[in-house]
């Protein structure tokens, strides 16, 4: 069950968000204080029962997250009841975890265009001296491979037999290049006219393809400056604000100004503000055709003076066309 409403959690952010819409309209246009307060409790309700969950994971490993501070805040707002306020802290804290879902799906999306473009299959040389299709995860080194016109070049080899001309933009420029016996051809590759023979030298992660997908898997892993800030930020902050919380109420026998104190120290600006920064930059970017891997790009461009690019296919389209006969 727990899972099940962790995996919610963005269908929750979108009902409490409803709910608290309704509460505001409630209370502001239709002056119906009853309506709007039952809408915010069942908005608080809603917003706490994820955020909640994960604090009682993090409790039982003895680790005091974040979670469980905006858990015993939002609580906290009920008992006093500040409806408002418990229902905006939960809220806002399940709106930043969807902006940073939205920010690794946006980054991921590289591997899987990466992946798409890799080879599923090859045709391998058998026992009888006849090529039948399989699996490239089928394929080892030292294998012969056949390699016909407009086929991807399934791994990294050399050339036994034939010549033709190889597109490699996936892995250089895309001028085509025309491969002859003992050259080298990568997986990836896209043989444009011709048949080759080809002798398996490298396979699968080995490839030089599947290098660069593994590069980019890591950038994808790779946490900015300021993430990696907060995570060891909230590490002190939480306990911080508990203990100040408890303070306060020790001195003042005040219960509602130590919730207060807990309402206030909820960081909700510091949960939302990286992941809404890091999506505007990575989707203006992509909108301008410039793929971000990962945060921590951003935060490197902002040390960038000079950058160098090279020409065909990255500056031009790739894509050749008679100019003039």
Same mark, same amino acid.
């Given at each position: 069950?727990?899972?099940?409403?962790?995996?919610? +959690?963005?269908?929750?952010?979108?009902?409490?968000?409803?709910?608290?819409?309704?509460?505001?309209?409630?209370? !502001?246009?239709? $002056?119906?204080?009853?309506?709007?307060?039952?809408?915010?409790?069942?908005?608080?309700?809603?917003?706490?029962?994820?955020?909640?969950?994960?604090? !009682?994971?993090?409790?039982?490993?003895?680790?005091?997250?974040?979670?469980?501070? #905006?858990?015993?805040?939002?609580?906290?707002?009920? !008992?006093?009841?500040?409806?408002?306020?418990?229902?905006?802290?939960? !809220?806002?804290?399940?709106?930043?975890?969807?902006?940073?879902?939205?920010?690794?799906?946006?980054?991921? &999306?590289?591997? =899987? $265009?990466?992946?798409?473009?890799?080879?599923? &299959?090859?045709? =391998?040389?058998?026992?009888?001296?006849?090529?039948?299709?399989? $699996?490239?995860?089928?394929?080892?080194?030292?294998?012969?491979?056949?390699?016909? *016109?407009?086929? +991807?070049?399934?791994?990294?080899?050399?050339?036994?037999?034939?010549?033709?001309?190889?597109? $490699?933009?996936?892995?250089? %420029?895309?001028?085509? #290049?025309? /491969?002859?016996?003992?050259?080298?051809?990568?997986?990836?590759?896209?043989? %444009?006219?011709?048949?080759?023979?080809?002798?398996?030298?490298?396979?699968?992660?080995? *490839?030089?393809?599947? /290098?660069?997908?593994?590069?980019?898997?890591?950038?994808?892993?790779? =946490? &900015?400056?300021?993430?990696?800030?907060?995570?060891?930020?909230? +590490?002190?902050?939480?306990?911080?604000?508990?203990?100040?919380?408890?303070?306060?109420?020790?001195?003042?026998?005040?219960?509602? @100004?130590?919730?207060?104190?807990?309402?206030?120290?909820?960081?909700?600006?510091?949960?939302?503000?990286?992941?809404? &920064?890091? #999506?505007?930059?990575?989707?203006?970017?992509?909108?301008?055709?410039?793929? @971000? +891997?990962?945060? %921590?790009?951003?935060?490197?461009?902002?040390?960038?003076?000079?950058?160098?690019?090279?020409?065909?296919?990255?500056?031009?389209?790739?894509?050749?066309?008679?100019?003039?006969?």
């Amino acid at each position: 069950m727990q899972q099940y409403i962790l995996s919610k +959690k963005n269908v929750i952010a979108v009902i409490s968000g409803l709910l608290i819409a309704l509460g505001f309209f409630s209370h !502001f246009v239709l $002056e119906n204080v009853g309506l709007s307060e039952w809408s915010l409790i069942i908005a608080s309700v809603f917003g706490i029962t994820p955020i909640a969950i994960q604090a !009682f994971q993090a409790m039982k490993v003895k680790v005091i997250s974040i979670d469980v501070l #905006v858990s015993i805040a939002a609580i906290g707002a009920l !008992f006093i009841q500040d409806y408002e306020e418990s229902a905006i802290v939960t !809220f806002l804290f399940l709106f930043g975890h969807y902006l940073e879902q939205r920010t690794l799906n946006q980054t991921r &999306s590289a591997i =899987k $265009e990466l992946t798409e473009m890799a080879p599923e &299959s090859a045709l =391998k040389q058998m026992d009888n001296g006849k090529f039948e299709e399989v $699996e490239v995860d089928d394929v080892d080194e030292g294998d012969i491979l056949l390699v016909k *016109t407009g086929a +991807k070049v399934p791994v990294d080899g050399t050339v036994l037999t034939g010549e033709g001309h190889i597109n $490699e933009a996936s892995i250089r %420029e895309a001028v085509p #290049v025309n /491969k002859l016996p003992d050259a080298e051809v990568f997986a990836g590759t896209i043989l %444009e006219n011709g048949t080759i023979q080809i002798r398996a030298d490298r396979v699968g992660e080995d *490839t030089t393809f599947g /290098k660069i997908i593994e590069l980019v898997e890591e950038a994808q892993d790779s =946490k &900015s400056e300021a993430e990696r800030f907060i995570d060891r930020f909230s +590490k002190y902050y939480t306990p911080a604000v508990l203990v100040l919380a408890i303070v306060v109420w020790a001195f003042s026998q005040n219960i509602e @100004l130590a919730i207060t104190i807990l309402v206030l120290g909820c960081p909700g600006a510091l949960v939302i503000g990286v992941p809404v &920064s890091n #999506v505007a930059g990575i989707g203006n970017g992509a909108r301008n055709g410039v793929l @971000l +891997k990962g945060s %921590e790009v951003i935060q490197d461009f902002s040390n960038v003076d000079t950058i160098v690019f090279d020409k065909t296919g990255t500056l031009t389209s790739g894509v050749f066309s008679i100019e003039n006969v």
